[in-house]
């Protein structure tokens, strides 16, 4: 019985008046006596000495403790329901005392604090830091009456047969409750945390802790606790409940009402041992298991200001804002199409019924088909206005045959009958065919859109089923796993697993950061938009098809919309796995906001390309298997690229070998073999063309491209080998757009080159899209976090909201961004429009 009693009075406090006169009056000394004399810390029993004292705020005392006696100080202070006073009680050690420190036991109302001086932390791999100097901060139980006054002891002990001098102090903690939007600021360090009380004012249901420091290191932790005993307030244990993060310089926690019954919560900050978690060096590995280190001055002065976050009416207007902006381009592309309609049906009146005038009356004369690319004497190149005429003019001297109308029936009936690629592509007279047409000097769209055109559209629509169905399997386990990513946030109160701009991070319901998934909605309607446009395009083309309509059948590029689907799925895409993606961005998801951007690049490329070379673009299933690659490589780029010389080698020349190939690709219009004999074939050309007659290139045009390209890879594969990017996965989408560049500007330049213009829209369209995507790039290189460095690093570029309250820099990119994509697909859609009626054996492959 006694035994069990002794473990009460170590671990439990009275409560109560019986409990407080029985521990002030005589009995106290008599039942402490016995206890300490049948259960005392050591294995042999011995008689203490219990010196009890009472105990003042604000006063200093020296004192020296043995084995053979314990001190007690008695304290009382009053408490009031509507004022909260904190008291802190510090302590200094003079000696050494390692292997038998003084014990500090503090017994109040509902709770027991204890801690041993000198402190022993404990930091990475188990390392210990001893601490002389402690102050701890007695957590303050709430009271229901209106003023009670309450009592409080804290005894001394130690095991030590030798005298141990120490310093004890208790005082009361001024400014204890923090006051909305005003900065109170304090000093910190490992073995002396701080706390303090917030209460949530009247009509506040979501205020923001801001914690800030001007000294990067030491490393600290704030933590967001509700009110209660005790209070786990030391690096070992400040993990274990509420909401934590890591912080150097900036700290910010989003706190809610609803998430603490009692209205109030404190906020706790503590120095951790060591800076590893925020990113600073680790300290030397002990050489002994048991060696103690000094953990020198690790002192922090902080400050800490509440403020109360948006209300309802901040919510919707960001919501409104946001479809607004998107409505309007819905709006507007209503506007346009309506005028564009009445403009192309005045068009088509006027072709079909031209005007009775010669090449002489009209002062235009057709341009032969040899003379693009090339200047004359005169400086005059093929104009539009001359294509135009040609498929228009009824002189046969120029090569044009007008075909009636039962021709051109018949030729639909032929084309929509049922034949395979494969059985077109087996025949010996067509690759003789095509080996002959395509190694022509000057080739016309004609000649690369041989094939058949029902076939080549089930080809380019695959493009469209094989997204859809990526997107459909890679969506539903990113669904799911950011669901649990912000489920383990919100149980665990771990604020270090997810890498937002806490600073403008606006919570609703389970998601943390709901203005980051808004701002996504942009690519989610444009693309849709984009899709809509597309489809009344094709369905309008179809149309024209089965009335034969000349137009459809003979002039203009080509229509395939199975790559424009693609693109509108894949920018919808973008912004389903963006919002994924910014639910809890940090290292591990990265790649659902990259993925789909590759893809948008990549698909982009081959549609510029497809554009003029119908027949040789390549199958869906190879430029997804390609682009699959490049996620591959990103992925292991991000895990195994920071410092790793031989991955960037070996990246570097697979870039480089890819460069390579593909240029031969392009430059040989895909009549090239890659086997056994390649080197062979490779060693006679460049022995008849270099050596034997050093002759030209044949393909000038072309081969200017390909050498800028390979200047560009080569540069980029270079930068990335000596400079190692930490974020590879915005240098490998730094390579798709720069070469996405490069060719759409190689495109622009040769198709004026060769007479041809570009129309109003598209010409808006471009101009723009340049402006908006320089002005979503500025936003985009803020920088307002990244999973790259550690947690606390990544809240040193925080800033506050910059749009309504509610949107941040990475917002704004995201709308501009999305716009951006919107107005590029637009210009790949309209940019030959200007070729509408131009015949095909008229229009240049570039």
């Not at 002389?132 to 003023?147: D, E, F, I, K, M």
């Not at 004012?201 to 933590?223: H, L, R, Y």
């Not at 199958?619 to 490049?630: I, K």
């Not at 490998?732 to 560049?741: E, F, G, P, R, T």
Request: proline share 3%; charged share 15%; net charge neutral.
């Amino acid at each position: 019985m006694v035994l069990r009693s002794c473990w009460k009075s170590r671990h439990k406090s009275g409560s109560g008046a019986g409990a407080r006169r029985i521990l002030a009056g005589p009995a106290a000394l008599l039942w402490l006596f016995v206890t300490q004399f049948v259960c005392g810390s050591s294995a042999v029993m011995e008689t203490k000495n219990v010196i009890q004292k009472d105990g003042q705020f604000d006063v200093t005392f020296n004192d020296t403790v043995t084995s053979e006696n314990q001190t007690i100080y008695a304290f009382n202070h009053t408490v009031s329901r509507n004022k909260t006073e904190g008291v802190h009680v510090s302590v200094d050690v003079m000696s050494q005392g390692l292997e038998s420190p003084i014990l500090f036991v503090v017994r109040q109302k509902q709770a027991v604090l204890s801690f041993q001086v000198p402190l022993i932390l404990r930091g990475l791999y188990q390392r210990k830091y001893p601490y002389n100097h402690v102050g701890r901060t007695l957590c303050q139980p709430p009271t229901r009456a209106l003023s009670e006054t309450q009592y409080f002891f804290v005894d001394v002990s130690t095991l030590s047969s030798q005298g141990t001098n120490y310093q004890l102090r208790v005082s009361r903690v001024e400014s204890f409750t923090l006051l909305t939007d005003k900065k109170f600021s304090f000093t910190a360090s490992p073995s002396q945390p701080q706390y303090f009380k917030y209460v949530f004012p009247d009509g506040v249901d979501t205020v923001i802790v801001k914690v800030n420091s001007d000294m990067t290191f030491p490393c600290s932790v704030m933590s967001i606790q509700d009110i209660q005993c005790p209070v786990y307030d030391l690096d070992n244990n400040v993990a274990f409940i509420g909401m934590y993060q890591t912080m150097t310089k900036k700290g910010a926690i989003t706190v809610q009402r609803k998430d603490f019954p009692s209205n109030s919560f404190y906020v706790v900050v503590v120095v951790k041992t060591e800076d590893e978690a925020c990113g600073g060096p680790l300290r030397f590995y002990p050489l002994r298991p048991d060696e103690l280190i000094d953990a020198g001055n690790r002192s922090k002065v902080l400050d800490v200001v509440v403020s109360p976050a948006i209300n309802l009416e901040v919510y919707v207007m960001g919501m409104l804002f946001c479809l607004g902006i998107f409505l309007s381009f819905y709006l507007l592309t209503l506007l346009m199409a309506c005028v564009e309609n009445k403009r192309m049906s005045k068009k088509r009146e006027v072709f079909q019924n031209p005007a009775d005038m010669s090449p002489a009356e009209t002062g235009k004369t057709p341009a032969s088909p040899y003379e693009y690319g090339s200047f004359a004497d005169n400086g005059s190149t093929l104009s539009s206005e001359a294509i135009t005429d040609s498929a228009t003019s009824t002189d046969n001297n120029y090569g044009y045959i007008e075909r009636s109308l039962d021709s051109v029936g018949r030729s639909r009936q032929e084309s929509l009958s049922s034949v395979e690629e494969d059985d077109y592509d087996t025949l010996d007279d067509i690759n003789s065919d095509k080996n002959i047409v395509r190694t022509k000097k000057y080739l016309c769209v004609s000649d690369l859109a041989r094939k058949d055109k029902r076939v080549l559209s089930k080809k380019y629509q695959i493009y469209f089923w094989n997204i859809a169905t990526i997107a459909v399997f890679y969506a539903l386990p990113v669904i799911q796993l950011v669901i649990t990513y912000q489920t383990v946030v919100n149980v665990t109160g771990n604020q270090d697993i997810c890498f937002y701009n806490f600073l403008c991070a606006h919570p609703l319901g389970a998601l943390s950061a709901f203005n980051n998934i808004l701002s996504n909605l942009g690519y989610v309607m444009l693309g849709l938009l984009f899709l809509l446009i597309v489809l009344k395009r094709d369905i309008v083309h179809n149309r024209a098809l089965v009335r034969n309509d000349v137009i459809a059948l003979e002039c203009g590029i080509p229509k395939h919309f199975g790559l424009f689907y693609a693109m509108g799925t894949a920018l919808m895409m973008e912004g389903l796995l963006s919002a994924c993606y910014h639910v809890c961005p940090n290292y591990t998801n990265f790649q659902f906001d990259t993925s789909f951007m590759y893809m948008i690049a990549g698909l982009c490329m081959l549609k510029l390309y497809q554009k003029r070379h119908p027949d040789i673009n390549a199958s869906a299933y190879t430029a997804y298997a390609c682009l699959a690659a490049v996620i591959f490589f990103s992925v292991l780029g991000v895990v195994f690229g920071k410092g790793n010389t031989v991955f960037w080698i070996i990246f570097s020349v697979i870039h480089i070998l890819a460069t390579l190939l593909l240029s031969t690709q392009l430059y040989y219009m895909g009549r090239w073999r890659l086997d056994s004999g390649i080197l062979r074939r490779m060693v006679y050309i460049i022995y008849t063309d270099c050596i034997r007659q050093c002759s030209g290139p044949m393909y000038i045009d072309r081969m200017v491209l390909l050498v800028m390209g390979n200047i560009v890879n080569w540069s980029l594969a270079a930068y990335g080998l000596i400079e190692r990017p930490n974020d590879f996965a915005s240098y490998l989408l730094a390579i798709a757009i720069c070469n996405l560049l490069l060719y759409f500007a190689f495109y622009i330049i040769m198709k004026l080159r060769s007479g041809e213009r570009i129309q109003c829209l598209p010409l808006v369209c471009i101009l723009f899209t340049a402006v908006v995507w320089g002005l979503a790039l500025y936003f985009f290189f803020q920088g307002l976090s990244t999973w790259q460095k550690t947690p606390a690093e990544s809240r040193e570029h925080n800033r506050d909201c910059i749009l309504l309250s509610f949107f941040d820099d990475h917002d704004i990119w995201h709308f501009l961004s999305s716009i951006a994509m919107f107005g590029s697909f637009l210009v790949l859609l309209t940019m030959d429009d200007d070729l509408d009626t131009v015949q095909r054996d008229k229009i240049f492959v570039f």
